[in-house]
């Protein structure tokens, strides 16, 4: 029978890219084939999980989540590496639909894990920014570091894109000193422009089109000013426009330097030696589309195998799967669907779990048939 790696991303708001992972395993594992598992992160919904798996200390840690209100979130430590989740402190899946509005959503929750990371001798940040439900171009995530950030009349103007739109100063504080930060996004798109932050995420975060008027005209001025301030561009920098800009807020004003979080957490689990050996690889998440191909975990993971495994098949399981021809292009074989009869997206995602179980048994069954 074939050896198997199954390596799934988080299905957003539904399984945890653990569970996923897990689930499918089983799977295979009760059709009888060797499976090899690899905790898939990105950066986004399931990063903490992964660093717990792989062994790190989890410790919660009081903030706020998108529209304010207290909550816990991890931290997980992996010795003096400190990784942080902005799922978990600013994520679309903290939210109800009806509080998905980007022009009151902050990451402020963000940058308060943040500095509890720098207060307990922190000396590697990795910054998961995947998973958001904000576009305020990190000024929340600044402002609980300590940065001032005003409008015109000298009021503070950090919150959500009403912050943005009314931004006049930025006054830098200096919070990162010793402290490398890494910022784990597979987003490529820019600050602004047809790509960048305001059109492209601005809608899925709930921005109706005078919104996405309003955050890109803000986003242009936030990159003005940190031009004028830092002679960083982040206008059309590759990945700034990530988590509704904090991607280039991290870089400019905080010193960070983006990676491909699927790559970094690849590596850091020895990806390439685990894929030896297997000729089959299941990776998967809860939409697969157009967007899968710039640089999303189950295009990595695809294109990384397929390096180890030239002749090996590479199969995606997907809540949705759009633009079939582009994804095969990019690396992946064959596309399987969870939903087997015609249901809501909120159906969907509340029975996630299931549906991917029964769709897994499904494909390991195909599979085993060929032996």
Not at 329 to 357: H, K, Q, Y
Request: aromatic share 4%; proline share 3%; with cysteine.
């Amino acid at each position: 029978m074939a050896k198997v790696l199954v390596s799934m991303n988080a299905f957003k708001g539904s399984i945890s890219t653990k569970a996923a992972t897990d689930a499918v395993a089983l799977a295979f594992e009760g059709a009888g084939f060797q499976v090899e598992k690899v905790y898939l992160a990105d950066g986004g919904d399931g990063t903490t999980d992964v660093a717990a798996a792989l062994g790190g200390r989890v410790e919660f840690v009081s903030t706020f989540d998108p529209v304010m209100r207290p909550i816990e979130a991890p931290v997980v430590w992996l010795g003096q590496t400190a990784v942080i989740e902005m799922a978990r402190a600013s994520g679309w899946a903290l939210i109800a639909a009806e509080e998905r509005n980007p022009m009151l959503t902050t990451t402020w929750g963000t940058g308060l894990l943040i500095k509890h990371a720098l207060e307990h001798g922190a000396d590697r940040i990795i910054l998961g920014i995947g998973g958001s439900a904000t576009v305020d171009g990190g000024l929340g995530m600044l402002a609980a570091l300590g940065f001032s950030i005003t409008d015109e009349a000298g009021n503070a103007s950090w919150r959500g894109g009403e912050g943005l739109s009314r931004l006049a100063r930025v006054v830098a504080n200096s919070p990162m000193k010793q402290t490398r930060l890494v910022v784990a996004s597979d987003v490529t798109n820019p600050l602004l422009g047809l790509t960048g932050a305001a059109p492209v995420f601005g809608p899925q975060k709930g921005a109706t089109p005078d919104m996405v008027t309003l955050l890109e005209k803000g986003l242009e001025r936030l990159a003005d000013i940190t031009l004028q301030m830092t002679g960083v561009r982040l206008h059309d920098m590759s990945g700034a426009g990530a988590a509704g800009g904090v991607g280039g807020a991290a870089v400019a004003w905080l010193g960070g330097h983006l990676e491909s979080g699927a790559e970094l957490f690849m590596d850091l689990e020895n990806f390439d030696a685990r894929a030896v050996g297997c000729t089959v690889l299941v990776t998967g998440e809860g939409s697969i589309d157009a967007q899968t191909v710039y640089g999303k975990a189950p295009v990595r993971v695809a294109q990384r195998f397929r390096k180890v495994s030239p002749e090996g098949l590479t199969v995606a399981i997907a809540g949705a799967v759009r633009d079939r021809a582009q994804v095969r292009e990019a690396g992946i074989d064959v596309f399987i669907t969870t939903l087997d009869r015609p249901m809501s997206e909120r159906e969907a995602m509340e029975n996630g779990l299931a549906l991917l179980t029964q769709a897994a048994a499904e494909l390991a069954h195909l599979l085993s048939l060929k032996g």
